[in-house]
């Protein structure tokens, strides 16, 4: 079992900036790959970035490539999301997830296991 809590969402303005944090119980957190989703309203949820169990490889939407930066602290068992140069259209609410499998792919929400509830991100123009 694995227990996910998002924290750091809020409202900023356009260009902002902001750093969700993900706070893992439960399963040892360094055994499994972790990754961010966000959901618009209306929207199916959507692959924004993951990172593998040591940290060492990150993957990244196209769209976020260069403004957010995925990372872990496994010491912590806690994986962050640094979000910069904020745009409108990435209001959402933001979810962790949790991937036990070794191998496959990364980028689909079928391939994780457990999720947290969601942290709301408002980005105002």
């Known amino acids: 079992q694995v227990q996910l809590v998002e924290s750091g969402g809020g409202l900023v303005q356009a260009g902002g900036s902001l750093r969700l944090s993900c706070a893992a119980s439960g399963r040892t957190f360094s055994s499994y790959t972790t990754g961010w989703f966000r959901q618009a309203p209306g929207e199916e949820r959507d692959f924004v970035a993951a990172i593998t169990r040591s940290g060492g490889s990150t993957y990244y939407t196209d769209s976020v490539k260069g403004r957010f930066t995925i990372s872990r602290d496994n010491a912590k068992n806690t994986m962050y999301l640094q979000m910069n140069s904020l745009k409108p259209e990435e209001t959402a609410v933001y979810y962790c997830?949790?991937?036990?499998?070794?191998?496959?792919?990364?980028?689909?929400?079928?391939?994780?296991?457990?999720w947290g509830q969601g942290t709301q991100v408002t980005v105002s123009a």
């Open positions: 997830a949790a991937n036990l499998r070794l191998g496959g792919s990364l980028y689909t929400d079928t391939a994780y296991h457990y």
